[in-house]
């Protein structure tokens, strides 16, 4: 039992220093105290996890990656080896801060790539929001030709506004990418997070009555306006899109609740036989309120 509590304790001593080198991003040192765990206990099961993170930090390479495959080469590396083996040895919270550097750098060499629908992932733009600046997320966004009319870069900008500046100010795009992609609006109001809309959301999917799958969320903004009137102002940010019937119905409700302050009765008779025409549902949420 003695000598069975002793191996424990070196085992955890020999690989807590190359731990400390690696947290210390000290490559140097970490390899050193990986041959000195190696030489000791060979079998040990974190040695090749720990030999993944420690050649991570040795093969920094600041060089401007110039073609896709080698961009979605580096980003598999990345995500699908080093990410885990942090997470697997350093713990969530700690993994996450770890890796900052090493997300920053692969959206730095990732700068030059041109935008392409079908390989997104590998543009500069959601690598820095995996880096966490916003900040270079948004620039990489802005250089995209029309990148309020493609979903992937419109989520990009979005998330880095919401942020940055917080939901009130991030209402307008939510709502072009709500109906342009509602899928990737759906994944991004949950990466968000934001408890807002998050309750609105819930709101919406125990009430509205639409077919039932994700499409239904290009409804969500105009249905916003049924559960927070005071929403009017941001949502009214959002860019005329291609005039779908979730935002003409979203238009037409900003002109409902604009009509309603006029007291404007002719007019609002009209525009809510517009909104009934173009959701049955949408309209009796407007009219419970009413």
């Known amino acids: 039992m003695q000598l069975d509590i002793f191996e424990h304790s070196r085992d955890v001593m020999l690989r807590n220093d190359v731990l400390h080198a690696l947290q210390s991003r000290d490559a140097a040192a970490a390899r050193a105290a990986w041959h000195r765990f190696a030489a000791e206990l060979p079998h040990d099961d974190t040695l090749p996890t720990l030999d993944v993170l420690i050649t991570a930090l040795q093969q920094r390479d600041d060089d401007a990656i110039a073609d896709t495959r080698s961009a979605k080469d580096a980003l598999q590396q990345l995500r699908e080896h080093v990410e885990p083996a942090a997470r697997r040895l350093l713990g969530d919270a700690a993994a996450t801060s770890w890796l900052l550097p090493l997300w920053r750098q692969l959206a730095q060499r990732c700068a030059r790539l041109t935008f392409r629908a079908d390989d997104s992932a590998v543009h500069a733009a959601p690598l820095w929001l995996v880096a966490g600046d916003w900040a270079a997320a948004a620039q990489a966004v802005a250089g995209i030709e029309s990148w309020r009319r493609i979903p992937a870069p419109l989520a990009w900008m979005a998330e880095a506004q919401y ?48 077919h039932g799958d994700v499409s239904d969320l290009a409804w969500l903004p105009a249905w ?28 037409t ?13 002719r007019e609002l008779i009209e525009h809510r036989k517009t909104l009934r025409g173009l959701h ?11």
């Open 163 to 210: 942020r940055v500046q917080g939901l009130h100010a991030t209402w307008g795009l939510l709502a072009e990418l709500a109906w342009l992609s509602p899928g990737r609006f759906d994944d991004l109001i949950k990466r968000l997070a934001d408890p807002l809309l998050q309750r609105l959301r819930r709101s919406f999917d125990a009430a509205f009555e639409g």
């Open 224 to 251: 916003c306006l049924t559960e927070k009137p005071d929403l009017a102002g941001p949502l009214a940010a959002a860019q005329p899109a291609l005039q779908s019937p979730p935002e003409r119905a979203m238009r």
């Open 253 to 265: 409700l900003l002109e409902l609740l604009g009509l309603e302050r006029q007291g404007r009765h």
């Open 280 to 290: 049955a549902s949408l309209y009796a949420a407007y009219m419970r309120s009413r």
